[in-house]
């Protein structure tokens, strides 16, 4: 089957509720072993379709992105992982798809663009790959085109710290997820203006991932002076719950 072929479902009461309880218990690991914090929050479009473009520099990326998103968000996983028992039918009730290796083709996106067109959230990395150094690499026009052909706006998200486990669990690192505001598709009416329109969306997004980045980087850097602030924080807001 390839990948145009995968035509997205509707998603079942359980697989939602699935989704719900999995992604609590996770943001909660996250939140209490890798002090995952999310900014720009309010950027967030509670309903319709939305893509969220990330960079991507880890495959924690999706569920650490997922957990800071307040939407159901649809994954995309390697073919190979859906042949595991068990794990194959546990990723595809958490919605993900199956793509083949070879970056967003026209098949991959034809299976974002169903999901997007039943007013769903998807997650993309515009790059096409994990840069595990950290440096933002070039996007790629297929978030671009995603967005032009459905009308999707598309909310340009950073994170940083997944690089090392390690790191994060030794009080190194930490999560950190930012939002940037949304970025929307111009009209395009021609060819030859829907191929400019998704050069422009995939550059307005790479330049506010670019942003994100410059802004946030140095908080994923664990020192003791943010430490204290991080208590102090927590127990305001411990304060503040009980007072409730």
């Known amino acids: 089957m390839n990948e145009g072929s995968e035509k997205a479902a509707g998603y079942s009461p359980t697989s939602r509720l699935l989704y719900g309880v999995t992604k609590a218990f996770v943001r909660g690991v996250l939140v209490v072993f890798f002090r995952l914090k999310a900014t720009g929050r309010q950027h967030e ?4 379709r939305v893509i969220y473009a990330s960079n991507h520099i ?3 990326d999706p569920p650490v992105v997922g957990a800071a998103v307040r939407r159901e968000l649809t994954y995309l996983a390697k073919r190979e992982l ?3 028992p068990v794990l194959g039918a546990l990723i595809r009730t958490f919605h993900a798809r199956p793509v083949d290796r070879g970056g967003y083709t026209r098949g991959v996106l034809e299976i974002l ?3 997007l067109e039943d ?6 990395f515009p790059e096409g790959t994990r840069r595990r150094d950290g440096r933002l690499g070039e996007g790629k026009i297929g978030v671009g085109m995603l967005a032009v052909w459905t009308g999707s706006p598309v909310i340009p998200a950073y994170v940083c710290g997944t690089a090392s486990v390690w790191k994060a669990l030794l009080g190194r690192t930490r999560f950190r997820v930012a939002f940037g505001p949304p970025v929307f598709p111009p009209a395009a009416a021609t060819p030859a203006d829907r191929k400019q329109a998704y050069q422009v969306v995939t550059d307005q997004v790479m330049g506010e991932i670019a942003r994100l980045k410059a802004a946030v980087d140095r908080s994923c850097s664990y020192h003791s002076s ?3 602030a991080d208590r ?3 127990g305001d807001g411990a304060v503040q719950s009980g007072q409730r």
């Not at 479009?45 to 319709?48: E, M, N, P």
């Not at 007013?119 to 993309?124: K, N």
């Open 113 to 115: 663009r169903g999901q």
């Open 226 to 228: 943010t430490a204290q």
């Open 58 to 60: 880890s495959a924690l």
């Open 82 to 84: 859906f042949g595991v």
């Open 45 to 48: 479009l509670r309903t319709g």
């Open 119 to 124: 007013d769903e959230a998807v997650l993309i």
């Open 232 to 234: 102090v924080s927590a």
